[in-house]
């Protein structure tokens, strides 16, 4: 008799790509998992995984099978989130977010989420935008949430909020100089996002359409060290308005009035399309309510020197 447990074997290994991601998604060992898929190949009397290659994939016949069985998963997982309780129900949850999430509103997100669902285990992976959309797309995650720019009609996507961004500075580099324009802006040293960054590539395609080049440009795809080279002096950045509220207040950054404004950047949480999986609609609801940019959870303190 064919059981759930081999084809959910079949099915993981499949979609993660080895006996080892697919064993530990599922709570158990690599040999657990090789038992299942050779009692199913033995009913089969055939092979469902090609072992001559470095990765495990599929033979045909393991590809009809997978085909035949996602559907069957998808509704066995929906019966049991409609049986079961939320506070009871166990899964996982592999969640890629960016650094600004992570810095700012995720702990609120998590909070909410483990007071409505206690036994879901999270996941996190923090990650360049770039990265978290190649991991959904390789089915190693499950949700990632990441700006508005990467169009991909493989997954569903939500809307959740925006940031505001604005050019700021060490007053120790700009001094009494009055800079109101992109172009006196760009004789400056800027610190910018690269091309491994979603908010980078967003404001580099802006700034090309406004035939901006930048002369001086450092390039620095980490917020915290980002923010760190701006207050050393050493450039001018676009960083998020609101989570450096401190460092404008005390005066260790200055924002400028350049005109034009950034554009916001708009964040969407992206996931594998799957009617079926009420957690994840439920988690959708969960993100958007709790998405706030301007509700930080940890900020940037001043740095006070004190002769001694």
């Not at 084809?7 to 060992?29: K, M, P, Q």
């Not at 309780?85 to 810095?103: F, H, I, S, Y």
């Not at 610190?191 to 080049?213: D, E, F, R």
């Not at 799957?274 to 740095?303: E, H, R, W």
Request: with cysteine; proline share 5%.
């Amino acid at each position: 008799m064919i059981t759930l447990k081999q084809i959910e074997a079949l099915y993981w290994v499949a979609r993660l790509g080895s006996f080892e991601a697919a064993a530990d998604y599922l709570n158990t060992t690599q040999s657990a998992i090789s038992k299942r898929i050779q009692d199913l190949e033995a009913r089969y009397g055939q092979a469902l995984l090609d072992r001559t290659r470095r990765s495990s994939q599929l033979t045909p016949l393991g590809e009809e099978v997978v085909e035949l069985t996602t559907k069957l998963l998808g509704q066995r997982d929906a019966i049991v989130q409609q049986l079961e309780r939320p506070d009871t129900l166990k899964r996982k949850l592999r969640l890629g977010v960016t650094e600004l999430t992570a810095l700012t509103w995720l702990p609120i997100m998590v909070s909410a989420l483990r007071e409505r669902y206690p036994q879901v285990e999270i996941i996190p992976e923090v990650d360049l935008s770039p990265n978290l959309l190649e991991r959904l797309s390789s089915n190693t995650i499950d949700l990632i949430i990441i700006p508005d720019i990467f169009p991909d009609n493989r997954f569903e996507s939500e809307l959740l909020s925006d940031v505001e961004n604005a050019w700021m500075g060490s007053p120790t580099l700009i001094g009494d100089k009055q800079i109101q324009s992109l172009e006196e802006l760009a004789d400056l040293p800027l610190i910018v996002q690269g091309t491994t960054s979603g908010m980078g590539v967003a404001y580099g395609q802006w700034l090309k359409q406004l035939g901006l080049h930048i002369n001086k440009p450092i390039i620095c795809s980490n917020l915290l060290a980002q923010i760190g080279l701006a207050v050393s002096g050493l450039g001018i950045s676009y960083l998020p308005l609101h989570y450096l509220g401190a460092l404008l207040d005390s005066g260790t950054l200055v924002r400028l009035d350049v005109q034009p404004l950034l554009p916001r950047i708009k964040y969407r949480a992206l996931h594998r399309n799957d009617a079926n999986d009420l957690f994840m609609q439920d988690l959708l609801a969960i993100a958007k309510k709790t998405c706030d940019f301007g509700s930080y959870v940890t900020q940037p303190q001043p740095v006070i020197m004190t002769r001694s």
